[in-house]
């Protein structure tokens, strides 16, 4: 069993930043590729980005160039970095292993 716990969510100002983290239990996460969603209200759920067991990250066209996936084996954690935001990235973000595991979300607001 493996569970994602999702934080560094939060209310934030247009153009800002946050870095959200997704720490996972089990011993499985290294070798899994890891998955960012998005869920804003009244919307599809979208894929943000996701990162490879080797590093290799492919992200949403809309979204390159100002968010960031990374992670850290060492630690368990998935990282998205996310700058220069804006009101229509407020959403609740998941992240995703890709075997049927999901978190349970953290909000990012972007509002003045």
């Known amino acids: 069993q493996v569970q994602l716990v999702e934080s560094g969510g939060g209310l934030v100002q247009p153009g800002g930043s946050l870095r959200l983290s997704c720490a996972a239990s089990g011993s499985i996460f290294s070798s899994r590729f890891v998955y960012w969603y998005r869920q804003a209200p009244g919307k599809q759920r979208e894929m943000v980005a996701f990162i490879t067991t080797d590093g290799t990250t492919t992200y949403a066209d809309s979204l390159k160039g100002r968010f960031t996936i990374s992670r850290d084996n060492a630690k368990n954690t998935v990282y998205l970095q996310m700058n220069s935001l804006k009101p229509e990235d407020t959403a609740v973000y998941h992240c995703?292993?890709?075997?049927?595991?999901w978190g349970q979300g953290t909000q990012v607001t972007v509002s003045s």
């Open positions: 995703y292993i890709p075997i049927g595991f």
